[in-house]
Nanobody, 124 residues
Framework: QVQLVESGGGLVQAGDSLRLSCAVS????????MGWFRQAPGKEREFVVV???????YYADSVKGRFILSRDNAKNTLYLQMNSLKPEDTAVYYC??????????????????WGQGTQVTVSS
């Protein structure tokens, strides 16, 4: 069973930075594409960024140039560095794992495993 556990969320001011982590159990982490999604109250879950097993990344336009996704396969951990945060970045952030080879996987249905989410709140 694959488990994903997010951490690093919190309350920050606009312009600040946060780093989210996603620890993944299981031996196949390095072969998964790993993504982050977010969901604000009353809105649908939206794609943020994905990284495949090769290290290729694909970002949503709304975060391009501000967020940086990386993975450490030795630690089975995914990192999302979020810079220049805006109030509109406020949401619950979820990491997810995709066992397929498709890239980029942009919809929640493309992913096989999900974490429980971590709250990010950006005040103006």
């Amino acid at each position: 069973q694959v488990q994903l556990v997010e951490s690093g969320g919190g309350l920050v001011q606009a312009g600040d930075s946060l780093r989210l982590s996603c620890a993944v159990s299981g031996r196949s982490f390095s072969s998964y594409a790993m993504g982050w999604f977010r969901q604000a109250p009353g809105k649908e879950r939206e794609f943020v960024v994905v990284i495949n097993w090769r290290g290729n990344t694909y970002y949503a336009d709304s975060v391009k140039g501000r967020f940086i996704l990386s993975r450490d396969n030795a630690k089975n951990t995914l990192y999302l560095q979020m810079n220049s945060l805006k109030p509109e970045d406020t949401a619950v952030y979820y990491c997810a794992a995709d066992r397929s080879i498709r890239f980029p996987a942009l919809t929640p249905d493309d992913y096989d495993y999900w974490g429980q989410g971590t709250q990010v709140t950006v005040s103006s």
